[in-house]
């Protein structure tokens, strides 16, 4: 019979981070997790990194191209909030 968080074991020993859910708290690092039966585990969630191109189309406004070379990077937290923003 397989442990209950075998997926997330296996994740983890190739070098996933994995949080665990405190009632009180949320999710929480684990650092290394105790992987307890009775408490629920997850993977991380990553922060998304999306580039742009940004140019002056001289209408008042930008305009935005991923098929060109970028020159902006946004950063966005797992629930979608922008994190971070530079120029390239």
């Known amino acids: 019979m397989k442990h209950t968080h075998y ?5 983890w020993a190739n070098g996933a981070e994995v949080e665990y859910y405190d009632e009180n708290l949320g999710w929480k690092d684990t ?3 105790q992987w307890n039966h009775s ?6 969630p990553q922060n998304k990194v999306r580039q742009y191109q940004v140019q002056d189309s001289n209408i008042s406004s930008l305009f935005y ?3 060109a070379k970028p020159n902006l ?3 966005f937290s797992p629930e979608g909030k922008l994190i971070s923003s530079k120029v390239l």
């Open 7 to 11: 997926n997330l074991i296996l994740l």
């Open 31 to 33: 650092g290394i997790p």
């Open 39 to 44: 408490k629920q585990y997850r993977i991380k």
């Open 65 to 67: 191209c991923n098929s």
């Open 73 to 75: 990077e946004l950063t």
